[in-house]
């Protein structure tokens, strides 16, 4: 009986030889290791007015360790919510609130408002 | 997945493009060299080809019939525990309800499958309940009151998983208690209804998750055989032998389609959309989800025929047959997509299970766990992305390959197959699109 392996070993090789070369190109690309240290204040200003967001939801870059202050004025009472940080603030009618802390953590995390469902940005912190 | 109140709040970073497209690019140049010139003959037979059995004690041990019976009280005590959180917890960000059922259950599930095969046909609690319930009543649980049609196939699968995805991906309120536990009831009812019916093979095909198991299942490397043995086999030689049946094509393209619009959701652009129209967002997210699951569905079907078409085989019978070929994309994707999910939202879930009534109990104690990235970081999972996402082509182009061999005729084999090898190319590029850029 000949090894099941053996039946498919041109496959293993282009497989490995496929890995290697995706291992060799990403490296290259994600050299970002070392942290840089970013001491300005990320800052974030959203207006909710007849449930539109200005600016229209995007995303905002964030660098792992900057401190972000999200300022959010809305025309209506409301929460607002940064998940995976679980950072929330309450809104009160044309008052603004601000939700401040350090973004410790990498990832993509949305901004968003509770009772209206409105997603008001997204934080690229990297 | 990004669900109201505590599941999910972190995602992925997008990955670097450069990544993004080598990979597709590799897969692209691995598909069509490597296949062509090396693998002139089908090779892969039916799932019970090449087995080598596992050792004798092994073999003692699954086939006590003890074996069975743990694997099928476990799937009922979990399901006993769950539901303590689900019925008597508080509905906050602290119930680990949600967490259980769209991330350890339903993306955990897909590991276990991978690993040991179609193990939730032992777990699934409601088929346990049917076979305990048919043994009080001493009753055949295979008997029904009628006979499953045989064209039902995996349609009520289909369905059923449909019915999930756009639970998981659109429902309005999806995280709260009160939308997972009438989803839930009535997803019980409908199994439960159907195994009376159609007898216990109503579950085979019939329930969704049993289904999924299956299909991902296929890719085990290790196998019940008929004669009871428990054996090593070839994961592809398991997916060449899944059985075809009506709405296999569907159940398929319903997978890989609904996780493509789970990152295509996330993006920006769509965000803005929706928020922008004047339709609620549940009808939005609704259309959005099938248009999704549709255009994948055409892609596959349009090529696919023309695939007979040029192979010269009989019109219609393309799609069916190599319906199983897309599962080690879908599996790829789903992987790719939810790893860390699983990883990190899973570890909250299960600190979370330990005290499921908010009381500040720790009943299993993991209260006190910390979630630990366990080595990931951003880089590596990007790359993990990009490589699951290409062996998951590969294997899909091998297993298309091998059918095309079959079923076309030496002559038109190679020419059959190119819109194959097209499609699988744009699900790829498609695939690592949305995750670089959604």
Redesign the interface.
């Known amino acids: 009986?000949t090894s099941?392996l053996a039946?498919y070993r041109?496959?293993l090789a282009?497989?490995m030889l496929?890995?290697g070369?995706?291992?060799a190109?990403?490296a290259?690309?994600?050299s970002?290791?070392a942290t840089p240290v970013t001491t300005a204040v990320k800052e974030i200003a959203v207006t909710i007015a007849g449930?539109?967001?200005t600016p229209?939801?995007?995303?905002v870059e964030v660098t792992e360790g900057q401190k972000v202050r999200i300022t959010v004025t809305s025309d209506v009472a409301d929460v607002a919510h940064v998940?995976?940080?679980?950072k929330a603030a309450n809104l009160r009618p044309n008052t603004p609130a601000t939700i401040e802390f350090v973004a410790d953590?990498?990832?993509?995390?949305?901004v968003e408002t509770?009772e209206s469902?409105?997603?008001l940005c997204?934080l690229?912190?990297? | 997945m990004?669900l109201?109140h505590?599941v999910?709040?972190?995602?992925?970073?997008?990955i670097?493009f450069?990544?993004a497209l080598?990979?597709a690019i590799?897969?692209l140049?691995?598909s069509f060299?490597?296949l062509g010139a090396?693998?002139t003959e089908p090779?892969l037979g039916g799932a019970l080809g090449?087995t080598r059995p596992l050792s004798a004690l092994i073999q003692g041990a699954v086939s006590a019939p003890a074996w069975l019976w743990i694997w099928r009280l476990l799937g009922l005590v979990i399901a006993a525990y769950l539901c303590v959180g689900l019925l008597f917890g508080p509905d906050r960000?602290e119930n680990p309800t949600a967490g259980a059922f769209y991330v350890l259950f339903w993306v955990g599930l897909v590991p276990l499958s991978l690993l040991f095969g179609p193990v939730w046909r032992n777990l699934n609690p409601l088929r346990t309940l049917h076979l305990l319930a048919c043994m009080a009543l001493r009753r055949d649980p295979e008997q029904g009151l009628r006979r499953l049609p045989a064209g039902l196939g995996y349609w009520p699968a289909a369905a059923g998983i449909f019915a999930f995805v756009w639970l998981e991906l659109v429902a309005p309120d999806r995280a709260t208690l009160r939308v997972i536990g009438i989803w839930l009831a009535a997803y019980a009812v409908i199994m439960l209804a159907g195994a009376v019916v159609f007898g216990s093979r109503w579950f085979d095909r019939g329930d969704a998750f049993e289904s999924y198991s299956i299909l991902v299942g296929g890719l085990a490397p290790v196998v019940r055989r008929r004669d009871g043995l428990l054996a090593w086999r070839?994961s592809l030689d398991g997916m060449a032998g899944l059985e075809r049946a009506p709405g296999l094509t569907v159940l398929v393209v319903v997978l890989l389609g609904s996780t493509m619009y789970d990152s295509f959701s996330?993006a920006?652009i769509w965000?803005?959309f929706i928020?922008?129209s004047s339709v609620p967002?549940p009808v939005m997210g609704t259309a959005g989800l099938v248009a999704v699951i549709g255009l994948v569905l055409a892609a596959y079907l349009g090529t696919t025929s023309l695939a007979g078409r040029w192979g010269g085989t009989e019109p219609g019978t393309t799609a069916g047959e190599l319906a199983h070929s897309i599962v080690p994309i879908a599996v790829g994707y789903v992987i790719a997509h939810y790893y860390?999910l699983l990883l990190l939202e899973g570890q909250h879930t299960l600190a979370l299970l330990s005290d499921p009534l908010d009381t500040g109990a720790n009943w299993l104690g993991t209260a006190d766990w910390t979630i630990s990235t366990a080595g990931n970081t951003?880089?590596g999972i990007?790359?993990l992305q990009?490589?699951v996402i290409?062996?998951g082509h590969?294997l899909g182009t091998?297993l298309a390959h091998d059918r095309a061999l079959a079923l076309f005729p030496r002559r038109t084999a190679v020419i059959g197959q190119i819109p194959l090898l097209v499609l699988m190319v744009v699900y790829t590029v498609v695939g690592l699109l949305l995750l670089f850029a959604a």
């Open positions: 009986m099941p039946r041109p496959l282009a497989l496929g890995m070369l995706l291992t190109t990403s290259c690309g994600s970002s290791a449930h539109e967001v229209p939801p995007g995303r998940h995976g940080y679980d953590q990498s990832g993509l995390f949305e509770h469902n409105l997603q997204q690229m912190v990297r | 990004l109201a505590g999910g709040g972190r995602q992925d970073l997008p670097p450069s990544a080598t990979g590799l897969a140049l691995v060299v490597v090396l693998w090779r090449r960000a070839n996330n920006p965000v803005r928020q922008e967002a860390t951003p880089a990007a790359m990009v490589t290409v062996i590969v091998v």
